[in-house]
C-alpha cells in the first residue's frame, strides 16, 4: 500500500522538477515516448547489444545445466568454465552464438570463486550420479517428476547459477556500474558522440543498464519473451507495481538525458535502485512463502522444495549487491545463515519458524511488503 | 575526513606544482644528472634482481627435479624454501614491467593469481595443456605452483600422496615440472634482454636520459607507480580486503593464498619498492631521494624525499602489522589491514602526484575500464 503511494510521489515530483528545469536553460523540452526507442537525425540512438549477448549466454550455460539436471549429460566444469568465460567467442565451441562479450569479467568481483566453485561442486555430483541426501549432492524429483541436480545442501545448481548471474552480473552491472555517477552522472560525456556512434556516452550507459533488465521496448504493453529480471518484475507486477515502476523511470530517465534535465534523470535512477531491490526483496518473500507451504507437505515435496528454496536463496543473496539497500549486510547475513541456514536440509527437520523470521525481517526492512507478505 | 583533506590538500598542490612547472624553461635541472642516476638503478637494482630471480627459478627446478624422482616430506620442503624463495625474489623485479618485462609480457604470466584450480585439476587429468598460450596465465606461474604444493591440502603427508602414490601422481609430477620450466625460461629469457652480456637493453636504459614519455625515466616511474597501485595496493592488499567490491572480502583473491604467504610477499614489495627510490642495491647509490632533493622540492614546506622517505616507512610498518593468513584477516580483523590500504594510498599519492610534478614526468597509465 504505501508503495503505491510512494511512485505517484516520486512522479510528481519528478514532473515538478523538470518544469523548474526547462524554464531555466531553455534546452530541449522532456518528451517521454511510450516505447524504449530513442532516434538522432531519424536513426536510433539506443544500442544494448553486449547486455543481449549476456542474456543470452546466461540462458545457454542455464539450458547445458538443466541436460545435466535431466541425466542427459555429465555436466563438464571446463565446459561451464569456458561459457562463462566466453574462451573463443563461442564458449570455446558451446554457444550458439560468437561474441567478443563474457559474464565473468562483468561478475560482481567477490563472487567470481562462488561461480568457479559451482561449476566444480555441479560436475562432481553430476559425475557422481547419486540420490540426493543430506550432506551428499545429486538428483532429486520434482512434482512433475523430472530431476534436478543439488549440491550437498541441496542447493539446485541450475537455480543457484541463474539467480547468482541476475544478482552477480546483472544487478551489479545496473547498480554499481552503470547507474553510477561515474557513468551517468551529470558530468558524463552528453553532448558529444560516443566515438562513431550516434549515442553520446551518457545515452548509452542508461541503455546498458535497461538492456540487462530483459524487457522489450514496449513493455509492459508488449510482455512477450521476458527474460530474468524482466519476468519476475512481471510476477511481483500485481503486488508492487513494478513493470510501470521501472519503465517509467527507464523511459523518463532517458528522455531526461536527451533533454539534459539531470534533475528528473537522477530522480528516475533513484526509483531504479528502488525498483530493483523491492523486485529482489518481494521475489525472496514469495519463495519463501512457496517453501514453507511444500515443506509442510512432508518429504515427498522436497525436490519442489528445495528448488523453490533455491530460488528465494538466490535473490536474498542478490540483495547484497546493492550499494543503497534498506536491509543491513548483518540482517541479511542472519537471514541466509541462520533463518534458511546454508545447508536446506536442517529445514526439513525443524519446525518451519526460521522461515517466517526470515520474512518478518525481510517486512522490517521493506515495510512496503508488509500488507503483502502473505499474498506474494 | 582528516585523511581526505590531506589528500586534496596533495592533489592541490601537486595541481599546482604542474601549473607552476609549466612556466619554468625545460629540464634538467642545475646540479642533477640522470644518467648516473639510471646507470645506478640498472647497473646495481634492476640487473641484480632479474639475474636474482633467474638463479633461483634454477634452484626451484633442481629442486623440482629431486622431489619429482624422490617424493618425499624432505624434498618437499626443500621445493617450497625454494619456491618462495624465488617469489621474494620476483616481488624485486614486479615493479619493471616496461621494456623486456613488458614485450614479454613476463609479469601477466608468471604471476597471475588467482588461479583456475578448475583448469588446473583439468590440466593434469586430461594431460593436454598449453602452457605458452596467453589465455592460459591462470593455470601456472607462482600461483599455480602455490596450488599444487600447499592447496590440495597444507599437510606435508598428503601433498607427498598427491605427488607418489595418488592416481594422477605421474600426471601431477609432469604438470609441476612443465609449471616451473615454463617459470625459467621466462625468468631467463627477461634477464637475458637485460643483460649487458646478452641483449644489452641496460645500455638502451641508461642512454634515454630525458624525462619524456620514452625516457628511461618516465617508463620506470610510469611502470612502478602502476604497479604500486593496480598491483600493490590493490591486488595484494585491496581487492582481498573488498575494496572494489562494496566491501565484502574476497579471500580466495590473496597472493600465495594456500602457503599463507600473502604478507610476507607484500612486505618485500615495499621493500623493494624502497631500495628503487633510494637507488639502493648492496649500497646506497643515487636515486630519486637526491634527484628530488636536488630539485629541493618542497612538500607543505618539508622536503619532499623525507616525506616520502617517512610514509615508505609507515607503510612498511603497517603492511608488516597485517596478520597472516591474510585470506582470514579480510574477513574476521579487517582494521589492520585497512590501515595498511590507507597508507599505500597516502604513498601512491605522494609518488604518483607530488614526485611526479616535482620530476615533470607525466603519468601516462590510465584506468582502464571498457564495457
Not at chain 1, 507495481?241 to 539534459?260: C, P
Request: glycine content about 8%.
Amino acid at each position: 500500500m504505501r508503495l503505491k503511494l510512494l511512485t505517484p510521489f516520486l512522479f510528481l515530483s519528478s514532473v515538478f522538477l523538470m518544469s523548474c528545469d526547462s524554464d531555466d536553460d531553455g534546452g530541449p523540452s522532456l518528451q517521454v515516448p511510450d516505447t524504449y526507442e530513442f532516434t538522432r537525425d531519424g536513426q536510433s540512438s539506443v544500442f544494448y547489444g553486449g547486455q543481449i549477448d549476456r542474456l543470452n549466454q546466461t540462458s545457454e550455460i542455464k539450458e547445458y545445466l538443466r541436460k545435466g539436471d535431466r541425466k542427459e549429460i555429465t555436466l563438464d566444469a571446463e565446459t561451464l568454465l569456458a561459457m562463462y568465460e566466453n574462451a573463443g567467442g563461442d564458449g570455446d565451441g558451446n554457444f550458439s552464438f560468437t561474441s567478443d562479450r563474457q559474464l565473468k569479467d562483468k561478475t560482481f568481483p567477490a563472487d567470481v570463486a562462488f561461480f568457479e566453485d559451482l561449476f566444480a561442486k555441479a560436475e562432481s555430483a553430476s559425475a557422481a550420479g547419486l540420490d540426493a541426501s543430506d550432506g551428499t549432492a545429486g538428483f532429486l524429483t520434482r512434482a512433475n517428476g523430472s530431476t534436478i541436480l543439488v549440491d550437498a545442501n541441496g542447493h539446485e545448481f541450475t537455480q543457484t547459477f541463474e539467480k547468482g548471474i541476475m544478482g552477480s552480473v546483472f544487478l551489479h552491472q545496473i547498480f554499481n556500474v552503470y547507474m553510477t555517477d561515474e557513468r551517468v552522472g551529470d558530468n558524463v560525456e552528453n553532448t558529444a558522440m560516443d566515438g562513431t556512434n550516434n549515442y553520446t556516452p551518457m545515452e548509452h550507459h542508461w541503455d546498458e543498464a535497461f538492456g540487462y533488465w530483459g524487457v522489450p521496448v514496449d513493455f509492459p504493453g508488449n510482455k512477450e519473451g521476458l527474460r530474468f529480471f524482466a519476468s519476475y518484475s512481471n510476477s511481483r507486477d500485481p503486488f508492487i507495481g513494478s513493470n510501470d515502476m521501472l519503465m517509467d523511470a527507464f523511459l523518463t530517465g532517458r528522455a531526461a538525458i536527451v533533454a539534459k534535465n539531470y534533475a528528473v534523470k537522477n530522480e528516475q535512477r533513484e526509483i531504479i535502485y528502488q525498483g530493483f531491490e523491492m523486485i529482489a526483496a518481494a521475489s525472496a518473500v514469495h519463495y519463501l512463502n512457496t517453501v514453507k507451504e511444500l515443506l509442510a507437505q512432508g518429504d515427498a515435496s522436497l525436490g519442489e522444495a528445495f528448488h523453490s528454496l533455491s530460488e528465494g536463496y538466490g535473490f536474498l543473496r542478490a540483495l547484497r549487491i546493492s550499494p543503497k539497500k534498506k536491509i543491513s549486510n548483518a540482517t541479511l547475513t542472519e537471514i541466509l545463515n541462520t533463518h534458511v541456514g546454508e545447508n536446506f536440509w536442517d529445514l526439513r527437520e525443524t519446525d518451519l519458524s526460521g522461515l517466517d523470521k526470515a520474512i518478518d525481517l525481510l517486512v522490517e526492512a521493506y515495510p512496503e511488503l508488509a500488507d503483502i507478505k502473505d499474498a506474494l | 575526513m582528516l585523511t581526505r583533506r590531506f589528500v586534496n590538500t596533495l592533489i592541490l598542490i601537486a595541481i599546482c606544482a604542474v601549473a607552476a612547472s609549466c612556466d619554468k624553461e625545460s629540464s634538467p635541472p642545475p646540479g642533477f644528472d640522470r644518467g648516473p642516476m639510471l646507470e645506478n638503478l640498472g647497473t646495481n637494482i634492476i640487473v641484480p634482481a632479474y639475474d636474482t630471480l633467474a638463479r633461483r627459478a634454477n634452484l626451484l627446478e633442481i629442486s623440482a627435479i629431486q622431489f619429482t624422482e624422490s617424493p618425499n616430506e624432505e624434498n618437499l620442503g626443500k621445493l617450497r624454501d625454494a619456491w618462495l624463495s624465488a617469489y621474494i625474489a620476483y616481488q624485486h623485479c614486479a615493479y619493471f614491467n616496461f621494456g623486456p618485462a613488458d614485450v614479454l609480457v613476463f609479469n601477466a604470466s608468471v604471476n597471475t593469481f588467482p588461479v583456475s584450480k578448475i583448469k588446473i585439476d583439468d590440466n593434469i587429468s586430461s594431460g593436454s595443456y598449453d602452457l605458452d598460450a596467453i589465455s592460459s596465465n591462470s593455470e601456472k606461474g607462482f600461483a599455480a605452483l602455490d596450488y599444487l604444493l600447499y592447496g590440495l591440502d597444507p599437510s606435508p603427508e598428503f601433498v607427498v600422496e598427491q605427488f607418489d602414490t595418488d592416481d594422477e601422481a605421474p600426471a601431477r609430477r609432469q604438470y609441476l615440472l612443465d609449471v616451473i620450466a615454463d617459470l625459467k625460461s621466462r625468468c631467463d629469457a627477461v634477464f637475458v634482454r637485460w643483460s649487458p652480456a646478452g641483449e644489452n637493453y641496460i645500455g638502451t636504459f641508461v642512454s634515454l636520459t630525458g624525462n619524456d614519455v620514452g625516457s628511461a625515466t618516465g617508463m620506470l616511474l610510469n611502470a612502478a607507480i602502476q604497479y604500486l597501485e593496480r598491483d600493490v595496493r590493490d591486488g595484494k592488499i585491496g581487492i582481498p580486503l573488498g575494496v572494489r567490491s562494496l566491501n565484502v572480502p574476497i579471500p580466495g583473491n590473496c597472493e600465495a593464498l594456500y602457503a599463507q604467504q600473502s604478507i610476507p610477499l607484500a612486505t618485500e614489495s615495499i621493500k623493494a619498492l624502497q631500495k628503487i627510490y633510494l637507488g639502493k642495491g648492496i649500497s646506497e647509490g643515487i636515486g630519486f631521494d637526491d634527484y628530488l632533493e636536488a630539485l629541493n622540492a618542497r612538500h607543505n614546506g618539508d622536503p619532499l624525499n623525507s616525506v616520502i622517505t617517512a610514509e615508505m616507512d609507515v607503510t612498511l610498518a603497517k603492511v608488516t602489522a597485517i596478520p597472516e593468513p591474510y585470506s582470514e584477516t579480510v574477513e574476521q580483523n579487517p582494521d589492520p589491514a585497512m590501515a595498511a590500504y590507507q597508507e599505500l594510498q597516502k604513498l601512491l599519492v605522494l609518488l604518483k602526484a607530488d614526485m611526479m610534478s616535482a620530476l615533470g614526468v607525466l603519468i601516462t597509465y590510465q584506468d582502464n575500464d571498457g564495457d
